[in-house]
């Protein structure tokens, strides 16, 4: 098939390793190409000022700017543009955050290659990608609104945030964060300190307990 066909597909994540097999798997399918692969959403942004893939696929955690916050940013200066997000982490817990966010789908990077290509074909015909689990939580929250209570107040904190607030819920220790978002400990710390006074906990312990309780609670849904 002639290039003039295919598919142009910037890559964003800071593993190489993932970086090379999502391009080694959108290259197998005859009609995409991986134009760029990016380690950080600075890098993309720069690319974005002279050229325009058909596609960007987003990690959520990246050094400096997060994916989410790289997504807003592409889409406030190009709200045509399509976005898949690709991230370890859950869906339920940032799938509807990237949608707002302006993302046109979600994709879990243990799921299959069949299944990323599915979801980058509909992202690509303009439809929006989600598994059904998500796709019925927000039918739920449109037609009943969020549940009340300590879960809804998580949407008041910022998307790095929430990822602080995600791992501490995992058990992992402020040095084991700060390693895993590519941030000084002492980073980490103010974000606790933000968390802690944006959703009124009396001290650390109390906020350790309802990130574990959250983490907990959404991944059933």
Known sequence: MSNSFKKRILIVDDHPMMRKGLANTLEMEPDLEVIHQCEKAE?????????????????????????IELVKNIIFQDSDMKILVVSRHEESLYGERALRAGAKG????????????KAVRKVLKGGIYVSDSLNEKLL???????????????????????EVFELMGKGKSSSEIAEQLHLASKTVETYRSRIKEKMDFKNSTEMIFHAVKWVESEHKL
């Open 43 to 67: 890098d993309v942004l720069k690319i974005l000022e002279n050229d325009k893939p058909d596609l960007l696929l987003v990690d959520v955690s990246l050094p400096g700017m997060n994916g």
């Open 140 to 162: 739920m929250n449109a037609m009943h609104g969020k549940k009340e209570g300590s879960v809804s107040s998580i949407d008041i904190l910022s998307d790095r945030e929430l």
């Open 106 to 117: 979600y994709i879990m990077k243990f799921e299959s290659s069949e299944t990323l290509i």
